[in-house]
């Protein structure tokens, strides 16, 4: 197998960007670094159809291996045929190589096996053939027949040699391809429970859909089910189709052994290929369900990671309780701690009065401009006080209710610990709370994804895929709207291409050490940061307030000094970027000519457009481009909502049946699929995405239930 051209093939992308790809790849480039600097090599590709390419090539590189291992494993069996060997190279998945490979595979002790031990091969061989037309075929049983060997009967020697080819069945890696296909197309998902068993899956307790139709989520929510003893879950498919596609590989003709041939497909379909391929298209049901719900978390991580940040305002962060009190910090425009303390504003201990005055001095003391409030525990409470008291104070100050999702994880860990030692746990969680309304990315990178809450059975997916998926979408983020080298924390620096937790935190002793870098050029100085890692990550980090403007843009070193000739080209300087006197320049690009401007420069065409937009708003954010986080200044409650009221929500979850939206009464409302457009929709991540501000109509509220149905599409 060819494996660039099969990608080629596969994504529909130029064999030149595959090879490119490939050896980029080999050479320990990052893919943010190759989706952003080798434009020109890869054909402008996102890194999204990056990561996908790269998995796929692991994959395909993997099967190649396989192939290997097993070609050399039948070889030293003196087994292999031309035939054998065009079948593993014409195979495409791990699964076909699996199924060839299967009878040269060294079994456990088998009553197949054993029949062949005592020597019933031939007669088994007989059987298959079904050549006898005439004759007593009883005649040529008699002849194996060994006591010793424990065939003490005609019956028993038949017997044996139906075990053999029961077992040749079972094998046949093309009766095996038929079967599984037809359980996808054919075959019906069915699970029971019992009625008395009181539990979430009663929905399943009498359920079935077709193999072929049921949606990833179902699956993780029956396989969670069936963990969990609430069902039990099997695949249904007819046994005449399966046993008569296994008939026409095998059954040839009318003779004096086909009826054996018959009895022996069926035992070979019952117990031993049955099991077998239900367990096979189960696992493989739930590698999609898992690959699907990943993904989804993925696509919900990317908008809620890159949520604009509210900038240059000091901050209060409130972590909401019952008992223990609502923990209060404020912090400055940087996210620096200024201010500590409790307020017990909730029940049991309802100190209302109290917990007001201590907060309007707090809001006094450090001209707080915004509060953020946790959703958790003693959300709807807290809000309901933060409401009311914004109405007594002078000044204008409007509140967000925050995802907290992990905040208390993130605060009892040793990094926590470490940033915070003077803070206790509960604390630290009111700081993390109030950051994440200032800069939702480089706080958010501290927590492990999963606890974010952004996706479906989030927790019931393999790990090391899970951390792979959503660890390439914070470095993805991070990197798109870059790092300010002299402010970002070890474990925003961790995400940055080229580095590593290690690098990270010599970068920050270095700081802490030496001072603010003032140019690029002196991370070559930190410790174990050598030139491939000074390559990767030199571009995606910025200083600010440096010497040189351009080590706030995204432009990389290595593109200096064809920067520079770009703005000689046409009479400018360093200093009129900082000046904003670069507006005339795409202008003057376009009429000198795109290619001819970038072959001055030495550079390509993708290379010149991304220069100019950075020469142009160097240390832009993208982030800022987004519609801005909703704010509020009052609240509403359940009670508050009729059918028929037309609301504005904040989207906090997309999932496959639908999308959950924040609309300021603590509980979100679900936008069902069928109510999101007026048109079809295949998909809701097709129409919204994590964050949008989002135009809604109630539909009906169960309060007994904490239900609220929502709906985007126009109601008549």
């Known amino acids: 197998m060819n494996i660039v051209t099969c990608l080629a093939q596969e994504f529909n992308i130029k064999v030149q960007y595959i090879s490119n790809i490939i050896t980029l790849i080999d050479e320990q480039n990052t893919i943010p670094f190759i989706a952003r600097y080798r434009k020109e090599m890869t054909g402008s590709l996102d890194d999204q159809i990056l990561r996908e390419l790269a998995d796929r090539l692991t994959y395909l590189r993997n099967l190649e291996k396989r192939k290997e291992e097993i070609i050399d494993s039948i070889t030293s069996q003196d087994m292999m045929t031309e035939t054998i060997m065009a079948s593993i190279d014409k195979a495409m998945t791990l699964s076909e190589i699996e199924d060839i490979y299967r009878p040269f595979k060294k079994k456990r002790r088998t009553k197949a096996t054993i029949a062949k031990e005592a020597g019933l091969i031939p007669l088994s061989d007989i059987i298959l053939k079904q050549e006898i037309k005439s004759g007593d075929f009883d005649d040529i049983a008699r002849q194996y027949i060994d006591a010793e060997k424990g065939i003490e009967t005609i019956e028993q020697a038949i017997e044996g040699a139906k075990d053999i080819i029961a077992e040749t069945v079972s094998d046949d890696a093309e009766v095996r391809k038929i079967l599984r296909s037809y359980t996808f197309k054919e075959g019906i998902l069915e699970s029971q429970g019992s009625e008395e068993?009181?539990?979430?899956?009663?929905?399943?307790?009498?359920?079935?859909?077709?193999?072929?139709?049921?949606?990833?989520?179902?699956?993780?929510?029956?396989?969670?089910?069936?963990?969990?003893?609430?069902?039990?879950?099997?695949?249904?498919?007819?046994?005449?189709?399966?046993?008569?596609?296994?008939?026409?590989?095998?059954?040839?003709?009318?003779?004096?052994?086909?009826?054996?041939?018959?009895?022996?497909?069926?035992?070979?379909?019952?117990?031993?290929?049955?099991?077998?391929?239900?367990?096979?298209?189960?696992?493989?049901?739930?590698?999609?369900?898992?690959?699907?719900?990943?993904?989804?978390?993925?696509?919900?991580?990317?908008?809620?990671?890159?949520?604009?940040?509210?900038?240059?305002?000091?901050?209060?962060?409130?972590?909401?309780?019952?008992?223990?009190?609502?923990?209060?910090?404020?912090?400055?425009?940087?996210?620096?701690?200024?201010?500590?303390?409790?307020?017990?504003?909730?029940?049991?201990?309802?100190?209302?009065?109290?917990a007001k005055a201590k907060l309007k001095s707090l809001i006094k003391k450090h001209d707080v401009n915004i509060i953020a409030i946790g959703n958790g525990t003693a959300s709807k409470e807290s809000e309901m006080f933060v409401a009311e008291l914004l109405k007594e104070t002078d000044k204008k100050i409007q509140y967000m209710v925050v995802n907290e999702s992990g905040a208390s994880v993130y605060s009892a860990s040793k990094l926590?610990?470490?940033?915070?030692?003077?803070?206790?746990?509960?604390?630290?969680?009111?700081?993390?709370?109030?950051?994440?309304?200032?800069?939702?990315?480089?706080?958010?990178?501290?927590?492990?994804?999963?606890?974010?809450?952004?996706?479906?059975?989030?927790?019931?997916?393999?790990?090391?895929?899970?951390?792979?998926?959503?660890?390439?979408?914070?470095?993805?983020?991070?990197?798109?709207?870059?790092?300010?080298?002299?402010?970002?924390?070890?474990?925003?620096?961790?995400?940055?291409?080229?580095?590593?937790?290690?690098?990270?935190?010599?970068?920050?002793?270095?700081?802490?050490?030496?001072?603010?870098?003032?140019?690029?050029?002196?991370?070559?100085?930190?410790?174990?940061?050598?030139?491939?890692?000074?390559?990767?990550?030199?571009?995606?980090?910025?200083?600010?307030?440096?010497?040189?403007?351009?080590?706030?843009?995204?432009?990389?070193?290595?593109?200096?000094?064809?920067?520079?000739?770009?703005?000689?080209?046409?009479?400018?300087?360093?200093?009129?970027?900082?000046?904003?006197?670069?507006?005339?320049?795409?202008?003057?690009?376009?009429?000198?000519?795109?290619?001819?401007?970038?072959?001055?420069?030495?550079?390509?065409?993708?290379?010149?457009?991304?220069?100019?937009a950075e020469l142009q708003k160097p240390g832009r954010d993208i982030r800022d481009e987004l519609p801005p986080p909703m704010l509020r200044s009052d609240i509403m409650t359940m009670s508050d909502l009729k059918a028929g009221m037309a609301l504005t929500g904040t989207v906090r979850n997309v999932i496959d049946f639908g999308v959950f939206v924040d609309i300021g009464v603590h509980q979100d409302g679900l936008v069902h699929i069928s109510q999101l457009s007026d048109s079809f929709v295949k998909h809701p991540s097709d129409i919204v995405k994590v964050g949008d501000i989002v135009k809604v109509t109630v539909l009906s509220v169960e309060e007994d239930k904490k239900r609220i149905s929502l709906a985007m599409r126009k109601q008549n």
């Not at 019952?270 to 993925?298: C, D, G, Q, Y």
């Not at 070559?524 to 440096?546: H, M, T």
Request: aromatic share 6%; proline share 6%; net charge neutral.
């Open 197 to 354: 068993d009181d539990s979430v899956y009663a929905m399943y307790y009498q359920y079935d859909e077709p193999v072929g139709k049921i949606p990833g989520y179902r699956i993780l929510a029956l396989n969670r089910g069936e963990k969990e003893n609430h069902l039990k879950v099997r695949i249904n498919v007819s046994e005449n189709d399966i046993l008569n596609k296994i008939n026409d590989r095998f059954v040839k003709n009318t003779s004096k052994t086909t009826q054996y041939v018959i009895e022996a497909v069926k035992d070979a379909w019952e117990r031993l290929i049955k099991p077998s391929i239900e367990r096979e298209v189960r696992n493989e049901l739930t590698e999609k369900a898992n690959e699907h719900a990943i993904n989804m978390f993925a696509l919900n991580l990317k908008p809620l990671l890159l949520q604009p940040p509210i900038k240059g305002k000091v901050t209060l962060g409130l972590d909401p309780a019952y008992r223990t009190g609502c923990k209060i910090a404020v912090v400055d425009e940087t996210g620096k701690v200024l201010d500590t303390a409790v307020i017990y504003p909730t029940p049991p201990a309802n100190k209302v009065e109290e």
């Open 416 to 612: 926590a610990a470490s940033e915070f030692p003077q803070y206790d746990v509960s604390i630290r969680s009111a700081i993390s709370i109030a950051r994440r309304l200032q800069d939702p990315l480089a706080e958010l990178v501290k927590i492990d994804p999963k606890s974010i809450g952004v996706g479906q059975y989030q927790h019931d997916m393999p790990k090391v895929k899970m951390d792979t998926a959503l660890g390439g979408v914070v470095e993805d983020c991070v990197n798109a709207v870059g790092v300010d080298i002299n402010t970002a924390s070890a474990s925003l620096l961790s995400y940055v291409s080229g580095l590593n937790a290690a690098v990270s935190n010599n970068i920050v002793d270095y700081r802490d050490e030496k001072g603010s870098f003032k140019n690029r050029r002196e991370l070559k100085k930190v410790p174990k940061l050598g030139p491939k890692a000074y390559e990767q990550s030199a571009g995606f980090l910025r200083i600010p307030n440096g010497k040189n403007i351009l080590d706030n843009t995204s432009v990389h070193p290595e593109s200096y000094e064809a920067a520079k000739k770009l703005l000689e080209l046409f009479d400018y300087k360093l200093s009129d970027i900082a000046n904003d006197g670069l507006r005339d320049l795409p202008v003057q690009i376009n009429d000198m000519g795109e290619k001819e401007v970038a072959k001055a420069c030495g550079i390509g065409v993708p290379t010149l457009k991304d220069m100019v």
